[in-house]
C-alpha cells in the first residue's frame, strides 16, 4: 500500500468503506426482493449470493475499522480469517447450486456437482497448512482463501451467468434480463481475476500473477478499488434481476387473475342455461313416469292372472331376450327350478342347473333350434341335491336375417312319469343282466374247468380224487404216466384198487406198500407222508387230503404222488461234494481230517504205524502266472489221475488246496519207505506238459511224518509233514524227505500252517475288515469312487492289523482266496446298500475267483438280495489274469456285465499282450500299472508308454486310470497326457473311515 500515491493513501479508509457496503447492497437488495423460481429457476439460491455479500460487507467494513482505529491485533486477525473463509465459501455454494440448475437434464453431471462440495474443506486444509508453515499466519491464510477458494467460487458464478444468459436468451429477452444477466457475470468474472491477485501470495501461486502489489505499482490504482467497483457492479445487476422478476411475477398473477375471471363469467352463463333445459326434462319425466305406471299396473295385472294359470296347471313359463341374454322366468318355473323368484338369471346360469350329464345334450337341442328346428326335449336337473325329469318346449323368433331376437317357452316337472318309466326299464334291465351274468358265469366256469384240467394234465405231480365211496372221480395225465396205467383204460368210476391192479410197476417191498398205497385209516385228517420204492429204483411219495364242502361235510379225498428220484440223487451228489474236491474227486481237506483223525485213533487202539505223505508241485505258480488258471486245472487233474494209479486201495489220497495233496499210508515192517515217495517224484516228472506251445515238465517235492514217532496228533502231523516236504524242497527239488527234527529250527512249516489257521479263523470269526482308498478325478479332483482293499485283525493279537501281503499269497496257494473274495464282495454290495451316498466301490478278483463260472451269478444275487443299483459296483480284474485264457476272460467280463457291474483292467501295461488282446476285452477302465506312473516326471520312457496307453484307451472309448500317484509334479502330467482318474498316497491313503472321505467331498 506504500506504493500507492499519497491521495489514494489517504482514502483507502473510504474505499473500504464503500467496498463494504457494497458488498451489504447486494445482500439487501436479495433478502428484501421476493424471490420465485417459476420465472428465473435459481431465484432461490440467489440467498447463498447474499450471504456472501453479507459476510464479505462485514469483512471489508472490519478492513476499514482497522485503517481507522490503527491497531492490528490477533484476535482481530482471525475473525477477519474466519469471515473470509465463510463468504468465499458462501459464493462457492452459490456457484456449485447455479451449475446444478444448469445440469438438470444431466445425471452424470449432477454426481460430479455433488461431489464438488468437498472442495472448500480441502481449500481450507491447504491454506491452513501453508499459513501454519509461514511466520505470517493471518495474512497467508487470508490469501490463501482468496486464491484457492474465492477465485475459483467468483469465476465459476460469472460463467454460470454468462452460460445462462447465453442458452435463454430470447426468453430473457422477453424479462429485459439480458443486460442483468451479462453486468452479473461480468463483475463475478472481473471480481474473480482481482479476487486473485493477492498481498501475500501463498507458495502454491505464481507471484508474476498473484502480487497485488506489482498491481498496484503499474496501475497506480489499488486493488480494493477495482474490487469495489465488481461488487457495485453486482449489486446493481443483482437488484435490476430480482426488479425485473417481481415486475414479470405480478405481470403474471394479474394475467391469471383476469383470465380465472373470465372462465367464472362463462360457468354461470352455462350453468344458468343447462339448469333451466332439466326443469322442462323433469317435467317431462313426470308425465311419462304417470303413464308408465298405469301401463305397469295393467301388466302386473295380467302378469297375476297368468301365474295363476300355470299355477293350476303345474306349467312354467320362460323368455329369452336375445339382446342382453336374460332369461326371465314365471313363478312357477322358479318353483321347479327351486330358484328364489326374481334372481336373474342368464342362459349360462340356466345350463348350470341343468344336470351336467345332460348338459350338452340340451345346449345341443338349442343350439339346434337356433337353426330353425324344433324345441322339444326331455332333460334332467339338479334341484336341491335332487335330480328332477323337466319336459321344455319352445318357439324362437327370428328377424329378415334368420337372427334370433327372442324365445319363449315352457317348462314341466315330468319327474313322477319318468320315475315309473325309469323303474320299469330298469327292471328289464336288471332281468337282461341276470341273464348275461349266467351265461357269462357259465362260460368262465366252463373256461374255468379247461384251465384246471389243463394245469392238472401239465403238472409233474400226480392227482387222484375219490368221492366218499371210494370210486375214483379224476385223475391227471402224470398219475397214469407214474403208474404206467395204459391210455386205453379208463379208471373213472372204478374202485381205487383198480390203480394197483392195472400198474405195470412193481414195488422193491411189496409187503410194506401193500399197507399204505391208497390207503388212510381216518378220512377226517391229512394222511402222514409215506415214500414208495419201486423196482426199477423209483421213489414216489403219497399223501393225501380230505375234501369237503363249506359246511364241513366230506365230499372225497385228494392223493397226491410226486417223483423225488431226482432229489434224492442230487441229495447224494452234494454229499459226495462236501466230501471230495471239486476239481479232481480226491477227498477234499474236511474228509482227510475225518480220516487223519480215524487213522490216528485206530492206530492208537492196535499199536499200529502209518505215514502222512505231504506234497506239492515246484514251480506251479508258474503254470498259473504264464498260462491262466485253466491250464493249472488241468495238471491238477492230470497229477490226481497218474498219483493214484500208483497207490494202493487202502491208502487214502487227497487234494488239500491249490497244489497241496496229502496221502495216508498204513506201514508194515517189512514195507521200505522209500518206495511210494520214489513213485510219486517219478510219476509226476514223467508226464509231459505242453502249453501254447511251450513243452513243460514238473516236479514235486515230498514229505513224510510217521505216527506216532513224529505226532500223535493231527496238528503236529500235519505240521511236521509239511516241514518235511520244505526240507525236501531245501535239498534240491524232485526229491523226498522224512521229517527231520534237527532241521526244524526255523519253524516255517509251523507258521506257514499258522497262517492258514489264522485265515480260517478270520473268516469264521469275521476277523476281516475293509479299507478304502478313494480314486479322483484328474481334471477337477473330486472324489469318484473307492478302491476297496481287505486287511485282517490277527485272531491272537486282535488289535494288530494284517497286511495283505501276509496272508493273501497263503490264501491264494491254499484255496482259502476263493472265501475272502466272496467275504469282500457281500461286505462291499451291503456297504452299498446301507449308505446310499456312498459312491461306487471297486472290488479286487483274484485269478482264482475269475475261474469260478458262478461268480457272476453270485454277485447278481448279492445285489438283488440288498438292492443295490449295479453300476455302483466295479470288479477289478488282473491283466494277467484276463490274458491268461482269453476265451475265460471273455465268458466272465460277459457275466459280469449282464449283471449291470462296470469292468475294470487291473495292471494294464505289465504284459504288453494285452494290446492285442484289448479289442476282445469288454472292460470299461483301463488302471495302468504303477511301474509306469512312479517317478513318471523324470522318466522319458515311461511317458511315451503312458501316452501310448491313453491314445489306444481312449480311442476304443476307455476310460484310463493311474495309480502310484505320490507327488504333484505327477498328477500334473498326467493330467497334461490326458488321464482321467487317480489313486495314489498324494491324494489321499487308504482308511477304514470312509466318512471322512465323503464329508470332504460334500465340502
Not at 495 to 516: C, G, I, M, W
Request: some cysteine.
Amino acid at each position: 500500500m506504500d506504493t500507492l500515491p499519497p491521495l489514494i493513501q489517504a482514502h483507502m479508509t473510504e474505499i473500504y468503506l464503500v467496498y463494504g457496503m457494497a458488498f451489504l447492497f447486494l445482500a439487501a437488495a436479495i433478502y428484501l426482493q421476493p424471490k420465485d423460481n417459476s420465472v428465473l429457476p435459481f431465484s432461490t439460491i440467489l440467498v447463498w449470493l447474499a450471504r456472501f455479500g453479507m459476510l464479505h460487507g462485514i469483512r471489508e467494513l472490519q478492513c476499514a475499522w482497522e485503517l481507522i482505529d490503527g491497531s492490528l491485533n490477533e484476535k482481530n486477525s482471525l475473525v477477519g480469517n474466519l469471515l473470509s473463509f465463510a463468504s468465499f465459501y458462501a459464493l462457492f455454494e452459490f456457484s456449485r447450486r447455479f451449475w446444478l440448475v444448469l445440469a438438470c437434464n444431466s445425471e452424470n453431471n449432477r454426481r460430479r456437482l455433488k461431489y464438488i462440495r468437498l472442495f472448500p474443506v480441502v481449500s481450507l486444509l491447504i491454506a491452513g497448512i501453508t499459513a501454519a508453515l509461514s511466520q505470517n499466519y493471518a495474512a497467508i491464510f487470508d490469501s490463501g482463501i482468496r486464491y484457492l477458494l474465492g477465485f475459483p467460487g467468483a469465476a465459476s458464478a460469472g460463467i454460470a451467468f454468462l452460460v445462462y444468459e447465453y442458452r435463454n436468451r430470447p426468453y430473457l429477452s422477453t424479462l429485459k434480463l439480458n443486460f442483468a444477466m451479462l453486468l452479473a457475470g461480468y463483475s463475478l468474472a472481473f471480481y474473480s481475476l482481482f479476487t486473485g491477485l493477492v498481498v501475500n501470495a501463498p507458495w502454491f501461486a505464481t507471484p508474476s500473477l498473484a502480487d497485488a502489489r506489482i498491481f498496484s505499482e503499474t496501475t497506480g490504482i489499488p486493488i480494493e478499488a477495482l474490487r469495489t467497483l465488481c461488487a457495485l457492479a453486482l449489486a446493481t445487476a443483482t437488484g435490476i434481476m430480482l426488479y425485473r422478476v417481481n415486475v414479470e411475477k405480478h405481470r403474471r398473477e394479474f394475467q391469471a387473475s383476469a383470465q380465472l375471471a373470465d372462465l367464472n363469467a362463462r360457468l354461470e352463463t352455462t350453468i344458468a342455461a343447462r339448469t333451466a333445459q332439466l326443469e322442462r326434462a323433469n317435467e317431462k319425466l313426470q308425465q311419462e313416469v304417470e303413464e308408465r305406471r298405469h301401463i305397469e299396473e295393467s301388466l302386473r295385472q295380467s302378469q297375476e292372472n297368468l301365474n295363476r294359470a300355470q299355477s293350476v296347471a303345474h306349467i312354467g313359463s320362460w323368455y329369452l331376450n336375445q339382446a342382453d341374454n336374460g332369461l326371465e322366468w314365471s313363478p312357477e318355473t322358479y318353483r321347479i327350478f327351486g330358484v328364489p323368484p326374481g334372481m336373474p338369471l342368464t342362459y349360462e346360469e340356466f345350463l348350470e342347473r341343468v344336470h351336467e350329464e345332460d348338459r350338452a345334450f340340451v345346449d345341443r337341442a338349442w343350439q339346434t333350434a337356433l337353426k330353425g328346428a324344433e324345441y322339444n326335449i326331455e332333460h334332467r336337473a339338479l334341484i336341491d341335491g335332487k335330480v328332477k325329469w323337466l319336459r321344455e318346449r319352445a318357439e324362437l323368433e327370428f328377424d329378415r336375417q334368420r337372427k334370433m331376437i327372442g324365445a319363449v317357452g315352457t317348462v314341466q316337472d315330468i319327474t313322477e312319469l319318468k320315475q315309473a318309466e325309469l323303474a320299469l326299464q330298469q327292471s328289464f334291465e336288471d332281468l337282461s343282466r341276470a341273464e348275461q351274468k349266467q351265461r357269462e358265469l357259465r362260460i368262465v366256469a366252463e373256461a374255468e374247468q379247461g384251465r384246471m384240467a389243463a394245469l392238472l394234465s401239465a403238472m409233474s405231480i400226480g392227482i387222484l380224487f375219490e368221492d366218499k365211496a371210494g370210486s375214483i372221480e379224476y385223475v391227471n395225465l402224470a398219475f397214469r404216466r407214474m403208474w404206467a396205467i395204459e391210455d386205453d383204460l379208463d379208471p373213472v368210476g372204478q374202485s381205487t384198487q383198480f390203480v394197483l391192479e392195472n400198474s405195470t410197476h412193481r414195488f422193491a417191498r411189496p409187503d410194506h406198500a401193500s399197507k399204505y398205497v391208497l390207503k388212510v385209516l381216518d378220512t377226517h385228517e391229512i394222511s402222514e407222508r409215506f415214500e414208495l420204492d419201486l423196482y426199477d429204483g423209483r421213489i414216489l411219495t403219497q399223501v393225501s387230503y380230505p375234501v369237503t364242502d363249506t359246511e364241513g361235510r366230506i365230499l372225497g379225498r385228494l392223493w397226491i404222488y410226486e417223483d423225488i428220484t431226482h432229489e434224492r440223487q442230487t441229495a447224494q451228489q452234494l454229499l459226495y461234494l462236501a466230501e471230495h474236491d471239486a476239481l479232481t474227486g480226491l477227498y477234499n481237506r474236511h474228509r482227510f481230517q475225518e480220516q487223519l483223525d480215524h487213522m490216528i485213533a485206530m492206530a492208537r487202539r492196535n499199536h499200529d504205524k502209518f505215514a502222512l505223505i505231504y506234497f506239492d508241485l515246484d514251480e506251479f505258480k508258474y503254470i498259473n502266472d504264464n498260462f491262466g488258471h485253466r491250464a493249472g486245472d488241468t495238471v491238477l487233474v492230470r497229477i490226481a489221475g497218474e498219483i493214484s494209479v500208483v497207490l494202493r486201495e487202502v491208502e487214502i489220497f487227497a487234494r488239500l488246496g491249490g497244489d497241496e495233496f496229502a496221502i495216508l499210508s498204513y506201514l508194515h515192517p517189512q514195507n521200505d519207505i522209500s518206495v511210494l515217495p520214489n513213485r510219486i517224484n517219478q510219476a509226476v516228472a514223467s508226464i509231459p506238459f505242453r502249453f501254447r506251445g511251450t513243452n513243460i515238465r514238473l516236479t514235486t517235492s515230498v514229505g513224510l511224518a510217521f505216527f506216532p514217532e513224529h505226532g500223535e496228533t493231527v496238528e503236529d502231523l500235519v505240521a511236521h509233514a509239511d516241514t518235511a516236504m520244505y526240507q525236501a524242497k531245501a535239498n534240491g527239488k524232485n526229491t523226498w524227505a522224512v521229517y527231520d527234527p534237527k532241521r526244524d529250527d526255523s519253524g516255517a512249516a509251523m507258521e506257514r500252517m499258522s497262517w492258514r489257521q489264522r485265515i480260517e479263523q478270520a473268516l469264521r470269526q469275521d476277523l476281516l475288515e475293509l479299507h478304502f482308498q478313494g480314486i479322483y478325478r484328474v481334471d477337477n479332483g473330486q472324489l469318484c469312487h473307492f478302491e476297496v482293499l481287505v486287511r485282517m485283525r490277527d485272531p491272537q493279537h486282535p488289535e494288530q492289523l494284517v497286511m495283505p501281503g501276509q496272508f493273501i499269497p497263503i490264501a491264494e496257494n491254499s484255496g482259502q482266496i476263493l472265501e475272502i473274495d466272496r467275504w469282500v464282495l457281500r461286505s462291499s454290495i451291503a456297504l452299498l446298500s446301507e449308505n446310499s451316498i456312498l459312491p461306487s466301490l471297486a472290488v479286487n478278483i483274484s485269478g482264482r475267483s475269475f475261474d469260478d463260472p458262478e461268480l457272476p451269478q453270485f454277485i447278481r444275487a448279492c445285489l438283488e438280495e440288498n438292492r443295490v443299483d449295479a453300476n455302483r459296483l466295479i470288479i477289478e480284474l488282473t491283466e494277467t489274469a484276463a490274458v491268461s485264457d482269453i476265451r475265460d476272460a471273455q465268458r466272465f467280463i460277459e457275466g459280469i456285465r449282464q449283471a449291470g457291474c462296470t469292468v475294470c483292467l487291473d495292471d494294464f501295461g505289465s504284459g504288453f499282450s494285452t494290446f492285442a488282446y484289448l479289442k476282445y476285452l469288454e472292460v470299461d477302465i483301463l488302471k495302468i500299472d504303477g511301474m509306469f506312473i512312479r517317478d513318471l516326471p523324470n522318466n522319458r520312457e515311461n511317458q511315451i508308454f503312458v501316452k501310448a496307453m491313453v491314445g489306444i484307451a481312449k480311442g476304443m472309448h476307455k476310460t484310463v486310470l493311474a495309480e502310484f500317484v505320490e507327488d504333484a509334479a505327477t498328477l500334473q502330467m498326467l493330467k497334461e497326457l490326458g488321464i482321467d482318474l487317480a489313486q495314489g498316497y498324494h491324494l489321499g491313503r487308504p482308511s477304514a473311515d470312509y466318512g471322512k472321505f465323503i464329508e470332504n467331498r460334500a465340502t
